[in-house]
T-cell receptor
Framework: GQNIDQPTEMTATEGAIVQINCTYQ??????LFWYQQHAGEAPTFLSY????GLEEKGRFSSFLSRSKGYSYLLLKELQMKDSASYLC?????????????FGTGTRLQVTL | GAVVSQHPSRVICKSGTSVKIECRSL??????MFWYRQFPKQSLMLMAT?????????EQGVEKDKFLINHASLTLSTLTVTSAHPEDSSFYIC?????????????FGPGTRLTVT
């Protein structure tokens, strides 16, 4: 099966930088996604990494190391609206079909 | 990005009744859609993979006779919760997959909050 681990909760200050880590163990790895989810809403896409390295998109960056089964999401210049859950999800192909399996999510609280 | 809609956004039903939730891809065709369930303060759990024109593939532990999935067209998948019970109360989210070359994208609907009384 798949095993995806993230910290349960994190707190950071407005304007700061925060790194949310995700480790995974899976077979048939096809890529790793990060989603943001505000309470009571559906997840929104943040990033997708399939190759090793850093992908930067505005204030958000995502890193992947396939050999280490490790990814992180980096949020810069934190804003209050960044308070949300951040979900790490692994795309894998157990057979002919690919599917996305989610980690437990990290609840980020941004404070003044 | 692509837009996925769900209807209804909220539904309250009595125990023993059935509820149908619709998931539509609005500006693209989705041969594959996914149904997730999310309990409070927990992550999304995949229930089943819905394939257009064929039977859905259910995850282990999900009762196929209780959660009926139909994917009759390239833009519509439905989930029917049959004989609902209070423990079925949850946030149900559908998702549609877009594969473009080497990129894989998956977009989520806004979710349906089901409350069974």
């Amino acid at each position: 099966g798949q095993n995806i681990d993230q910290p349960t909760e994190m707190t950071a200050t407005e304007g700061a930088i925060v790194q949310i880590n995700c480790t995974y163990q899976t077979s048939g790895f096809n890529g790793l996604f990060w989603y943001q989810q505000h309470a009571g809403e559906a997840p929104t896409f943040l990033s997708y990494n399939v190759l090793d390295g850093l992908e930067e998109k505005g204030r958000f960056s995502s890193f992947l190391s396939r050999s280490k089964g490790y990814s992180y999401l980096l949020l810069k210049e934190l804003q209050m609206k960044d308070s949300a859950s951040y979900l790490c999800a692994v795309l894998h192909s157990p057979g002919t079909a690919s599917k996305l399996t989610f980690g437990t999510g990290t609840r980020l609280q941004v404070t003044l | 990005g692509a837009v996925v809609s769900q209807h209804p956004s909220r539904v309250i039903c009595k125990s023993g009744t059935s509820v149908k939730i619709e998931c539509r891809s609005l500006d693209f065709q989705a041969t594959t859609m996914f149904w997730y369930r999310q309990f409070p303060k927990q992550s999304l759990m995949l229930m089943a993979t819905s394939n257009e024109g064929s039977k859905a593939t259910y995850e282990q532990g999900v009762e196929k006779d209780k959660f009926l999935i139909n994917h009759a067209s390239l833009t519509l998948s439905t989930l029917t919760v049959t004989s609902a019970h209070p423990e079925d109360s949850s946030f149900y989210i559908c998702s549609a997959r877009v594969v473009a070359g080497s990129r894989y994208e998956q977009y989520f609907g806004p979710g349906t909050r089901l409350t069974v009384t």
